[in-house]
């Protein structure tokens, strides 16, 4: 006897099913499988969300705001990818304060930390590129 799963919406035999004793037919509403992918996408929420409160102070939902604020950009360089080995953006803040200024995909934020909240530094280094980029000495040309 076969039932079907209205979450991933394929029929599949009973033995695919967990029993649940409080369920019409002894039988849970969701296969195994997608019983399963649920938890451990909850589960990976719930310790995103664990995170959040406990390093920076906000919730998950607080993040999710400030994320649709940005477009789901990051806040400098716009692109849409938090970063390789990663599926969210980071949370970018004041060391000193604590103060949230917004969330940077992987390269903004390890780049921007690399300036310890110096907006001197740089801005001496946006000021070097500048200057490079502006020589146009062979040695600097990149090859064709």
Known sequence: MKR?????GRSKRRGLFH????RPGNISIYCKRCTADCQTKYTALQQHDFYLKSKFGI???????LLKKQRGR???CRTATPGTNTIHFAVDHC??????RGLLCQKCNR???HFDDRPKLFD???EYLRKANGNN???TTPPD
């Open 4 to 8: 079907r799963c209205p979450r991933c």
């Open 19 to 22: 029993k649940n004793k409080t």
């Open 59 to 65: 919730s998950l939902c607080d993040y999710e705001k």
């Open 74 to 76: 990051c806040a400098i």
């Open 95 to 100: 060391h000193k304060t604590g103060m949230i």
């Open 111 to 113: 780049g921007l930390g």
């Open 124 to 126: 001496k280094a946006a």
């Open 137 to 139: 000495h062979p040695s």
